[in-house]
């Protein structure tokens, strides 16, 4: 099927066609039924002997009839060129009434989104979601440049995942960013390794942090993919310690801390190896809110900014036990630690 605008040329071309047999006449005008002579002359009549006078003139007025009812057709099929103007003008003529054809089809029939199954109303304005009370300590991360929120979110989430699992250091930092990058799984195990050695964590660590910022001047988005992979591993690296708190009989206490835009706060465990075993927490928090053992089942609302403490009876070596922590809106997701113990 031939487009709009070669319909529209075609046209015009048989027009310019039509009216250049009459432009051609030495005397510049030439009846309209010249233009059909050929037609004429092609005729039953035109190719019969001659007849006498009287049907003679019934068969010219006979011919004039069809002749002036086809020039009276063709000139209605065909207007004169003048009136037609510019290729141009005739265009934009055609999408003009295609656009307003459109418009009154589409708000006649209004097209759905592919999860309506019919017509629905959505609000002018979206409600401003309240920022979450975490995102201050992935501000804080020490990196070279700073990472978009929506990745620190997704980096959070993920990592609250992986706590949970006994999983080796390199593969936890692995599976915490792969699915920001699907197509650099071999630059991933790399990175990792290179990220958990004591030697580079040492190198980076008395590195100018100027320098760093300098080799980052587009920020994140200006790094390529290597350089991402390592910022975003090294975030996920910092999360997850800060998430993660595991005591040992040589060492039996420990404290981790998170910033929230309340304040901070402050986890504390101590181990317990005599009768009866146990883990002591002590969780200091800015504001009210909720915290819960879910493995254990016990909940805990605080009512108010201060300490709550929580017991882990006669914990088993080696397993993670999740502790959550709600601050204000019910509605945000909770921070999740994770405390174990191990015998060595």
Not at 247 to 261: K, M, N, Y
Request: net charge negative.
């Amino acid at each position: 099927m031939k487009s709009d605008p070669d319909m529209i040329r075609s046209f015009l071309l048989g027009l310019l066609e039509h009216f250049s047999r009459t432009d051609s006449s030495p005397s510049g005008k030439v009846d309209d039924l010249d233009g059909i002579s050929s037609q004429v002359e092609l005729s039953p009549e035109t190719m019969h002997p001659p007849r006498p006078e009287a049907e003679g003139v019934s068969n010219l007025a006979a011919d004039e009839t069809v002749s002036s009812t086809f020039i009276n057709d063709m000139s209605i099929e065909m207007p004169p060129i003048s009136e037609l103007g510019e290729l141009p003008a005739v265009q934009d003529h055609f999408q003009t009434v295609l656009k307003r054809r459109l418009e009154i089809e589409i708000s006649q029939n209004p097209p759905l989104f592919p999860w309506e199954s019919q017509l629905q109303e959505y609000p002018a304005e979206l409600t401003a979601l309240s920022p979450l009370p975490w995102m201050r300590q992935l501000r804080s991360l020490q990196l070279p440049t700073d990472l978009p929120e929506d990745i620190l979110v997704g980096l959070l989430n993920r990592c609250q995942e992986l706590v949970a699992e006994s999983l080796q250091p390199g593969i936890q930092l692995v599976k915490a960013v792969e699915h920001l990058f699907p197509d650099q799984p071999q630059a991933m195990n790399q990175i990792a390794g290179l990220v958990l050695a004591d030697a580079t964590v040492r190198s980076t660590a008395t590195r100018d942090p100027e320098a760093l910022k300098a080799a980052f001047p587009d920020g994140y988005a200006g790094a390529n993919p290597q350089q991402q992979v390592t910022l975003t591993m090294l975030a996920a690296k910092d999360i997850l310690n800060t998430l993660t708190l595991t005591l040992t009989p040589e060492a039996p206490s420990g404290q981790r801390e998170w910033l929230t835009t309340a304040g901070p706060v402050t986890l504390s465990a101590q181990l317990q190896t005599d009768a009866p075993q146990q883990i002591s927490l002590v969780v200091t928090v800015p504001q009210a809110g909720q915290l819960s053992l879910p493995s254990l089942g016990q909940t805990q609302t605080q009512t108010q900014a201060g300490e709550v403490t929580l017991v882990l009876p006669t914990p088993a070596a080696g397993v993670a036990y999740p502790l959550e922590i709600r601050l204000g809106d019910a509605e945000a997701p909770p921070l999740t630690f994770v405390i174990s113990w191990n015998e060595a």
